[in-house]
C-alpha cells in the first residue's frame, strides 16, 4: 500500500508541476492555443493519481473489513462457546459475562488499532518521497555544484563553515548536526581553497602553516609535494622563508593556488572545500593546479564548485543549483540524458571545454 501511496503522490506532484508551469507560461500557452493541449496533459496527470488513489482506498476498505469481521466474529465466537459452558454448567453465568466483555474490549481495540494502519501506510509513502530529498554525501566521494552565477553555490560552502547558520533545516557531519559542534573542531575537519586565496605578508612556512603552527618541516613538504607547490618552492632563492609579499603580491596566481592547497592539506581535512580553485587561472597554471587537486582529493569527500567539463565528468554525483535550490542530481551521462537545467548549462558553455557532442 505504501508503494501505491507514494506513486499517488508522486503523481499530485507531477500535476501540479504542469498546472505551475502552464500558469506561469500563460501569455505563451494562449498565443499558441495550447489551452487544450495543457488540459488534457493536467487530466492525464490526475488520471494516473486516481488509478492509484482507487487502489489505496481498495487497500484500506480491505484492512478494514477484515478488522472489522475479527472483532465481530470474536464476539460470536465468545458467546457461542460461553453459552455452551454455562449449558454443561462448566461456567456461571458471572464469568461467562466477565469474559464476554474482555473480549469484546480487547476486539474493539483491535479494531481501532486496524484504523490506523492505513495511516501508517500513507505515512510510509510519504516518507518515502521525504527521505529521497535528503542529501546525505558518502564519504571519500566527490560531490559537484554547478549552476549560473549567484545561484547560491559559495552560500553552501559558507554553511558549511558556519560563516552564518541556516534559518531553516540542519546540515549534518557524520550524523551530528554541524551547529551542535564545536566551531574549532568543525573547521579542523574542513580544508579550504577560494577562487581568490588569500596568502598573507610573511614567508611561504607560515602561510602554509597557518592556523597549525605545530606540524613538522616533513609534514610540510609532503603537502606541499602533493600541492604541486615544492618544485616552485624550492627553486626560489630562499625557499620555503621566502616572503610573498601583500596578498601574495610576489607569486602566480597558479603559484599562490598551489600554495593555498597546501595549507588546506596540512590539516588532513576530512572534506576538501574547493571553491571554483582554477576559474581564474590561465592554462598552464590551471593544468599544475588541477593535478594537485586531483592528488588532493584523494581519500576525501570532496566538494567543489566547478566549472570545468573533465573535472565533472569524473564527479561521483553532481548537484546543480537553480535559485538556491537543488533542481537535479545524478552523474554527468545521467543528467545529460534528462536534458533538463543541467543539460542546457551544458548547452549555454556555463563551462569550459565544452564538446560538440552535448549540444
Not at 481498495?58 to 478488522?67: D, K, L, P, Q, R
Not at 596568502?199 to 604541486?228: H, Q, R, T, V
Not at 588532493?296 to 553532481?318: E, F, M, P, V, Y
Not at 533542481?327 to 536534458?339: A, C, D, N, Q, R
Request: net charge neutral.
Amino acid at each position: 500500500m505504501s508503494r501505491s501511496i507514494a506513486n499517488e503522490v508522486n503523481h499530485y506532484a507531477g500535476a501540479g508541476g504542469i498546472a505551475e508551469e502552464s500558469l506561469t507560461s500563460l501569455r505563451t500557452v494562449y498565443a499558441f492555443n495550447g489551452q487544450s493541449h495543457e488540459c488534457e496533459r493536467y487530466d492525464a496527470a490526475l488520471e494516473k493519481a486516481k488509478i492509484n488513489g482507487i487502489y489505496r482506498s481498495i487497500y484500506i476498505g480491505v484492512a478494514y473489513g477484515a478488522t472489522q469481521l475479527i472483532m465481530f466474529c470474536s464476539y460470536c465466537l465468545a458467546f457461542w462457546i460461553g453459552t455452551n459452558f454455562v449449558v454443561d454448567k462448566s461456567m456461571d453465568a458471572q464469568t461467562l459475562i466477565t469474559v464476554f466483555f474482555s473480549i469484546m474490549m480487547g476486539s474493539t481495540a483491535l479494531g481501532q488499532a486496524g484504523q490506523q494502519f492505513a495511516v501508517i501506510g500513507t505515512a510510509q509513502g510519504a516518507a518515502a518521497a521525504t527521505f529521497e530529498i535528503i542529501d546525505k554525501y558518502c564519504p571519500a566521494k566527490l560531490w559537484l555544484l554547478v549552476g549560473s552565477s549567484g545561484c547560491g553555490k559559495s552560500t553552501i560552502i559558507s554553511l558549511l563553515l558556519r560563516f552564518y547558520d541556516p534559518s531553516s533545516g540542519d546540515i549534518k557531519l557524520d550524523g551530528n548536526d554541524i551547529s551542535g559542534l564545536n566551531l574549532k573542531t568543525l573547521r579542523k575537519f574542513i580544508g579550504v581553497v577560494s577562487q581568490e586565496p588569500t596568502l598573507f605578508d610573511c614567508s611561504i612556512e607560515e602561510n602554509i602553516k597557518f592556523g597549525n603552527s605545530d606540524i613538522s618541516d616533513d609534514e610540510m613538504w609532503e603537502a606541499s609535494k602533493i600541492a604541486n607547490a615544492n618544485k616552485f618552492i624550492s627553486n626560489l632563492p630562499m625557499g620555503y622563508k621566502t616572503t610573498v609579499g601583500e596578498r601574495g603580491v610576489q607569486l602566480s596566481g597558479g603559484q599562490k593556488q598551489r600554495i593555498a592547497i597546501a595549507r588546506a592539506l596540512i590539516r588532513n581535512p576530512k572534506i576538501l572545500l574547493l571553491d571554483e580553485a582554477t576559474s581564474a587561472l590561465d592554462a598552464e597554471s590551471e593544468f599544475s593546479v588541477q593535478e594537485a587537486l586531483d592528488r588532493a582529493r584523494q581519500g576525501r569527500t570532496t566538494i567543489i564548485i566547478a566549472h570545468r567539463l573533465s573535472t565533472i565528468r569524473n564527479a561521483d554525483k553532481i548537484i546543480a543549483i537553480k535559485n538556491g535550490k537543488v533542481i537535479e542530481t545524478g552523474s554527468h551521462t545521467e543528467l545529460i540524458s534528462k536534458k533538463g537545467y543541467y543539460h542546457k548549462l551544458v548547452n549555454s558553455q556555463v563551462f569550459v571545454d565544452i564538446d560538440c557532442e552535448f549540444k
